[in-house]
């Protein structure tokens, strides 16, 4: 039996940030890694804040020593996980040899849980449900049977619709990767960027158009994207799109495609609002669900208490002074904000790229890639920026702000601790 990355989930949690309660904040950088003795104070559960004063600023998460307290996961010292065994290989599959070829090429042995259990429904033509987070390998769980079906099915057109730039951008570099030598097209249709060549591209018929939903709309009020020849469609992180307002674009570009209609869905929740759509657009689904909890075991996540009077930027300034920080990924709320700590931290001497919505998608991908080959050890971004992306090897989430929601915190987190690494959280909650 083949077993894969995703059957290695032993994890042994022991953190090393387990701190004395009420230890101050010091100024002096350790480079040993690791923290100890005068060290910032992390996880001290001395001080309640109160919920009055809120200044994690409007409608923040982490504002009460409960809510706070889903930042700590150290309890555990190890967790055996249940072992995965994929029911098949990918040479089971019944797909295109070539393709294939491709998905060992690019390093896969197994398919992970979301894999095996939506590639073989989704080969039937199958409507699918996937209850799947990013770092699951939802995407191949996807593209791997709708190229396939590309292959098999001659000018079968596939629409693929994600919630943000990056994703889309991400899904199609996925996609040339398995399909090398297949000779089909893929595209990206995604705002912020020059309509122009996009235009130019989809007169040329491409198999997968993958897009954001403001521009997809925009393309068909355009008359450049005819979807009435387009029988399939994925619609990734379909939760996502609907806390972004997306819902009528939607259901407007859903409404031009075919009226017989593959669909795959994926979200990463389960609510009233998806299974509404879940009912509205597809037909008798399979649904699978791999999501079997919400924070991942393989992230160490700690509070960083910030001191009364005390400066977290400073703070922040510190931890990325340690050795151990190497490849950081800061979550800001605001845009400016976002900005601002990339600038002042790059005034520091600490090199720190940022994404969010003000930067052109051009910018955005520049910073990101500076970020994913380590030419910047921190990417400072905004929750709707960072949404979905897979970076390897994330050495630490810092929650420099506090996020909206648990959701958005699980969402942050999911970027460390990915494939199998281990990954740590640090969350900034400053007292009052
Ligand atoms: P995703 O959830 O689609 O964002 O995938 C997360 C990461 O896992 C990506 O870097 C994929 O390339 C990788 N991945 C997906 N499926 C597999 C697999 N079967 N074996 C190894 N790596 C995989």
Excluded: C
Aim: aromatic share 8%; proline share 4%.
């Amino acid at each position: 039996m083949q077993v894969g990355r995703w059957n290695h989930q032993s994890t042994s949690n022991t953190t090393n940030y387990s701190r004395p309660a009420g230890k101050q904040f010091s100024r002096s950088p350790s480079r040993s890694g690791g923290y100890s003795g005068s060290r910032p104070s992390f996880g001290s559960r001395g001080r309640a804040p109160s919920r009055g004063g809120n200044r994690g600023g409007f409608g923040s998460f982490g504002t009460t020593e409960a809510e706070i307290s889903k930042f700590m996961n150290r309890a555990v010292v190890t967790t055996e996980e249940p072992v995965f065994v994929p029911e098949h290989t990918f040479a089971d599959f019944d797909i295109n040899e070539h393709l294939k070829k491709n998905i060992i090429a690019r390093g896969y042995e197994a398919p992970t849980p979301i894999q095996d259990k939506t590639i073989p429904h989704a080969l039937l033509g199958q409507d699918v449900v996937g209850l799947a987070a990013t770092g699951t390998g939802k995407t191949a769980a996807f593209l791997i049977p709708l190229i396939d079906k590309v292959m098999k099915q001659k000018g079968e057109r596939i629409l693929i619709m994600a919630p943000t730039r990056e994703l889309a951008a991400q899904t199609e570099k996925e996609l040339a990767g398995f399909a090398k030598g297949l000779g089909f097209r893929g595209m990206v249709a995604v705002g912020g960027t020059n309509i122009g060549p996009q235009i130019s591209q989809l007169k040329h018929d491409p198999a997968f158009v993958i897009g954001t939903p403001g521009r997809l709309k925009d393309l068909i009020e355009r008359k450049a994207l005819d979807l009435s020849g387009f029988g399939t469609v994925v619609l990734d992180e379909a939760d996502r799109m609907l806390d972004m307002g997306f819902i009528d674009d939607m259901r407007l570009i859903l409404g031009k495609m075919k009226k017989e209609r593959h669909t795959l869905f994926f979200s990463a929740t389960m609510g009233k609002e998806i299974e509404r759509l879940i009912g509205d657009f597809l037909t008798s689904p399979v649904i699978i669900s791999v999501k079997t909890r919400d924070t991942p075991s393989s992230v160490d996540q700690d509070v960083v208490r910030i001191p009364r009077g005390k400066d977290k930027f400073e703070m922040l300034v510190e931890l990325m002074n340690d050795r151990d920080f190497n490849k950081v990924l800061i979550f800001g709320r605001t845009k400016y904000g976002v900005e601002k700590i990339a600038k002042d931290l790059s005034r520091r001497h600490i090199h720190a790229e940022s994404i969010h919505g003000n930067k052109t998608y051009s910018a955005r991908i520049r910073a990101l890639d500076a970020f994913k080959t380590g030419k910047v050890g921190a990417l400072v971004a905004t929750d709707v920026a960072a949404r979905g992306l897979d970076i390897p090897a994330v050495s630490h989430v810092i929650n420099y702000d506090l996020p909206s929601t648990y959701e958005d915190y699980i969402h942050r987190i999911g970027r460390t601790g990915r494939a199998s690494l281990k990954g740590r959280a640090l969350t900034f909650v400053q007292d009052r």
